[in-house]
């Protein structure tokens, strides 16, 4: 098998080891060539295809092995589903050029087996076009399944609410911490340069009040102690010089310096003045200094000048080491806040997220358990509610689950009381109905059914013939064989039964088995001459239960066939009136386990 192009054409079959299995089979069409093809549920994949599942059709076989991911499973509702081209892959998008899938057209559509379709749909015969293509893939099915357990789901939540918590939170804490270290960084660098200033003013200060009796005196060498002593005190300060009123140096630091001139630097900029003392940034000897300049004075009189420089350098290295220290401390702050965001974000959101998972428990029916609550705030409170809120709405639910079953057990007993009353209008045919039901449901297990499948059509049964109460009793009745007048009444009981089941909407699931139980595979049945796949599964189904338990049952007539009979009248008109497929997994059911006799199924209580 190779990928190309896949159509239905419809039956069942049987496994090579006898067991049988529920198929339809395919024509793959590629390079022109038609092939058939079948898979059962023990056989395994070959090297080039794997089986496709879905609930209606167990088994597709030959996909090719490029298509590996396939599509699981479709959804049970509604009871036809249009489908256009199937994709199953697990790489790029199927529809895309370069993909290794290609599409499986199928050439018309399949009435579930697990459901009816209703009437107003009927059985359509329409191809399907390029507007009913539906893309499936296995994440999406799995997701579908079970919202409580959906992780994008989920994923949306966190990136709802946490991301706009941390989005909003983050960046706030960050700026505030930011523009809270520029603040002190600011403030810090402004103080130091303040008490650099202040303590070059005071030293200044103290200088030429100090030096003021020297000048008088003539004391040098005070002068030169002096400057000395104060050039010592601090390792900052770059000189200490005292002026006389010509700008001669009297005293200074550097020995050498005395009785020059003093020269001015080569870069001033006026900073300001504090105390009398002037203030500037100057350069001289090829530093950056902060000069302070006081006027010596002595009883009112001015009479000399003291000048003071301390280095530049000092400051900086303040103002760096205050920057770090900021720096550092913004980023501890930056760390916290960002952890404090996270936190906070996750004390907030978890309860959201308990609640969401919550309430996805609780609408997707799978067991609620309570949320536990953490706190006492707003949050608690709402988790409160919303566990008596569950709780409310189980116990409703539970009482609606104790409703709904009691209704559907009144409905199963009116479904036997109408199969008893059809079958009691003619005695030779006491118990037809219950027969056909468990001929049917046997073959329905061997052909792979669910569980929920074999109950709808062990349901059907009782109501194919439901359509013979509007038949005459002349006919219904009647020892000799039917006219051809008469026969044509008889035959219109499939239609008068659907008329009948589409009173009751609850019934309407069955009335594609009633209006179709007597088509045939070859098209040569009534009422409309529907053929092969486009006959439901279930319909065919009875069709020969139907009429093995008619061929071997008495009629007024003619005797009733042998067992071995019925089996060689159906292997008769296997391919023609019934599907051949169909026809050996019966025929195999029947010989393996024969129906029990006349008188035991007259016994049966509906």
Not at 5 to 34: Q, Y
Not at 176 to 191: D, F, G, N
Not at 225 to 231: D, F, Q, R, W
Request: proline fraction near 7%; charged fraction near 20%; include cysteine.
């Amino acid at each position: 098998m190779v990928c190309g192009t896949t159509i239905i054409s419809g039956g069942t079959a049987t496994t090579t080891a006898g067991s049988p299995i529920r198929m339809f089979t395919f024509t793959s069409a590629t390079a022109g060539a038609a092939q058939h093809s079948a898979v059962s549920s023990t056989d395994r994949p070959t090297a080039a295809c794997i089986p496709f599942r879905i609930p209606f059709i167990p088994f597709l076989p030959g996909f090719p092995r490029p298509c590996r991911n396939l599509l699981q499973s479709f959804p049970a509702r509604p009871p036809w589903t249009t489908f256009g081209e199937l994709y199953s892959c697990s790489g790029p998008d199927p529809r895309r050029a370069g993909s290794p899938c290609r599409p499986y057209r199928l050439k018309r559509e399949i009435p579930l087996a697990g459901d009816f379709p209703p009437p107003t749909r009927g059985n359509r015969k329409t191809a399907v076009s390029a507007a009913g293509e539906t893309y499936y893939n296995k994440q999406l099915m799995m997701k579908s399944s079970d919202p409580s357990r959906d992780p994008a789901t989920q994923g949306r939540l966190k990136a709802g609410i946490r991301l706009k918590l941390v989005g909003f939170l983050l960046p706030a804490a960050f700026l505030l911490v930011i523009a809270m270290a520029w603040a002190v960084t600011r403030v810090s660098e402004e103080t130091i340069r303040s008490d650099m200033l202040q303590r070059g003013v005071s030293v200044s200060r103290v200088v030429a009040l100090s030096a003021g009796y020297s000048i008088l005196s003539g004391d040098r060498l005070a002068m030169d102690s002096l400057a000395a002593e104060t050039k010592n005190s601090a390792q900052d300060i770059e000189y200490v010089a005292i002026r006389d009123m010509s700008d001669s140096i009297l005293a200074h630091n550097i020995i050498v310096e005395r009785g020059k001139p003093f020269s001015p630097p080569l870069h001033v900029q006026r900073m300001g003045t504090l105390l009398e003392t002037q203030v500037d940034d100057v350069i001289r000897w090829g530093r950056d200094m902060i000069e302070f300049t006081t006027p010596i004075f002595f009883a009112g009189k001015r009479i000399g000048t003291v000048s003071m420089a301390i280095s530049k350098a000092s400051l900086v290295a303040a103002q760096r080491d205050i920057r770090k220290s900021v720096a550092v401390t913004a980023l501890v702050f930056l760390i916290l806040a960002l952890f404090g965001t996270l936190l906070l974000s996750s004390l907030i959101t978890t309860p959201v997220e308990k609640l969401s998972f919550g309430v996805n428990e609780l609408a997707g029916g799978v067991e609620f358990h309570p949320i536990p609550v953490r706190g006492q705030d707003e949050l608690g409170e709402l988790t409160r509610n919303f566990n008596r809120m569950a709780e409310t709405i189980l116990r409703q639910k539970d009482r609606l689950s104790r409703y709904a079953t009691e209704l559907e057990e009144a409905y199963v007993a009116t479904v036997h009381v109408l199969g008893a009353s059809i079958d009691a209008r003619d005695p030779y045919t006491m118990g037809h109905s219950t027969r056909v039901s468990h001929l049917a449901c046997g073959l329905g297990k061997r052909l792979g059914f669910s569980p929920e499948e074999i109950s709808h059509l062990g349901k059907a049964c009782l109501f194919h013939d439901v359509g013979k109460i509007r038949t005459p009793d002349e006919i219904l009745l009647k020892e000799q064989r039917l006219s051809s007048r008469e026969m044509g009444v008889m035959r219109r009981h499939p239609e008068d039964g659907a008329e009948i089941l589409q009173v009751a909407p609850s019934l309407h699931r069955y009335i594609p088995v009633v209006r179709y139980h007597h088509e045939w595979y070859n098209g040569k049945g009534y009422p409309e001459g529907i053929r092969d796949s486009q006959i439901p599964i279930h319909a065919q189904v009875i069709a020969i239960a139907d009429a093995y338990d008619a061929m071997t049952s008495s009629r007024p007539y003619r005797k009733a066939r042998t067992a071995d009979e019925a089996v060689g009248e159906i292997l008769l008109f296997r391919g023609t009136q019934f599907s051949p497929n169909l026809t050996d997994v019966f025929v195999r059911m029947v010989t393996r386990h024969p129906p029990k006799e006349d008188h035991e199924w007259r016994q049966i209580r509906l």
